[in-house]
């Protein structure tokens, strides 16, 4: 049974749907007509699986992180998504949804960009496949993030930046939808993460499937058993999680822990965490929580993180709160901080920030000394070294 999956229009309990203007129908309906068959096609998958392998270079490590583990009394592993081609878990879906634009017969590919992370991992796709590429970035953005726009340059890409409203992330998501509306045949918009109408979340979902499907077997071959105690994830979007959790989905034994920022605390007026404050709204054509104002205005979101700077949250995951699946837990820039120089020192890893955030769970949940949690390292902190060297004045 699955529970926790989308239904065919979409839907995850109550969340989900494509709510898009009316311009916008043929494009994703082409999409949403053929993504499944296409996923299941076997030279479809052959190439998917070779590129994750030689180019991404999976199987990620499933790593038993043991100074972390005799710190907090418990058996914790980490899937090394970190170690992805371009450092954080992205790439799994730029790399699919790539092959399946190829598919559609598609050329050009279109994106939209709020840190800059989701438009490299877009522009290195394209250049790996020789196509046309350009990525939304708010004005805003594109100053604040000048090393993901150099790399976006150097890798073939035109960044066109979106100059009204706020400009920055929802500015640049309106000007790449409008490109799709106006480029329906040619065009495939490559979206970042488990957002966006059906079949967006869905298909990414699929996508970065890949990470529960290998913690599985790796497990199986460290403990003797797929299944651990918690798997654990930090949510911007959604779409690390969604893959981590998404072959535990329908398996109750195997607690499901997402982690959202709290920014400066939930209730400080600067927060990201969109499960504690959201409320059902409507954002980028799906049905989900969201962070917004008594008449519906999206309200600007805050976190020490780029990636988790976001006022919704994917619909699987607004149902995974809702159904009380999946525990939330809403973490504060300071405490992601010090849970990210904690695990620099006990394992010589530097995660992102994003994930950093899934690290200061301890502090909040304790665990039985047999238990197993598998937590997903979704990305490097290289590109936040300048973030903590300013935090910790290194
Ligand atoms: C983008 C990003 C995230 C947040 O995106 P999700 O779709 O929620 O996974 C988390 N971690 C890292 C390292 C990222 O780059």
């Given at each position: 049974m699955n529970r926790y999956q989308a239904d065919e229009?979409?839907?995850?309990g109550e969340f989900g749907g494509a709510f898009i203007p009316e311009m916008l129908y043929p494009n994703t309906e082409e999409l949403r007509q053929n993504y499944l068959r296409i996923m299941g096609e076997p030279d479809f998958q052959e190439e998917f699986r070779q590129l994750l392998r030689d180019?991404?270079?999976?199987?990620t490590p499933l790593y038993f992180a043991k100074r972390l583990s005799e710190k907090f009394k418990a058996r914790i592993y980490l899937k090394?998504?970190?170690?992805?081609h371009t450092g954080a878990h992205k790439v799994n879906n730029t790399i699919g949804q790539i092959l399946m634009a190829k598919k559609l017969g598609k050329s050009r590919i279109i994106a939209e960009t709020g840190a800059g992370q989701h438009g490299v991992a877009t522009a290195t796709v394209c250049a790996l496949m020789g196509m046309e590429c350009i990525v939304y970035m708010g004005e805003v953005d594109i100053a604040r993030q000048a090393p993901n726009v150099a790399r976006m340059k150097m890798l073939g890409a035109e960044v066109r930046p979106?100059?009204?409203?706020?400009?920055t992330l929802k500015d640049a998501t309106n000007e790449a939808i409008r490109d799709w509306i106006n480029n329906p045949v040619n065009t495939h918009y490559i979206i970042?993460?488990?957002?966006?109408?059906?079949p967006y979340p869905d298909m990414v979902a699929r996508f970065q499937a890949v990470i529960s499907e290998e913690i599985k077997w790796q497990l199986k071959e460290k403990?003797?058993?797929?299944?651990?105690d918690y798997v654990v994830a930090c949510v911007g979007g959604g779409s690390n999680a969604a893959g981590t959790y998404y072959h535990y989905l329908?398996?109750?034994?195997v607690g499901i822990i997402a982690v959202e920022a709290a920014g400066k605390?939930?209730?400080?007026?600067?927060?990201?965490?969109t499960s504690a404050l959201g409320k059902v709204g409507i954002i980028h054509g799906s049905k989900t929580l969201l962070m917004q104002t008594g008449d519906g205005q999206i309200t600007e979101p805050y976190s020490i993180s780029a990636g988790l700077d976001y006022p919704g949250v994917g619909p699987m995951h607004a149902h995974l709160y809702k159904s009380g699946r999946a525990d939330f837990i809403a973490i504060t820039d300071d405490e992601a901080m010090a849970a990210g120089l904690m695990v620099s020192q006990l394992e010589g890893i530097i995660p992102a920030i994003e994930t950093s955030h899934a690290f200061a769970i301890f502090d909040h949940r304790t665990f039985k000394p047999d238990d197993i949690i598998v937590i997903n390292l979704?990305?490097?902190?290289d590109k936040d070294l300048q973030t903590y060297i300013d935090y910790f004045k290194l």
């Open positions: 229009r979409g839907y995850y180019y991404v270079g999976r199987p090394r998504e970190d170690l992805c979106a100059r009204s409203g706020s400009r970042g993460s488990v957002v966006g109408p059906h403990e003797g058993k797929e299944d651990p329908d398996n109750e034994q605390g939930v209730d400080s007026g600067e927060s990201a965490a979704s990305g490097r902190g």
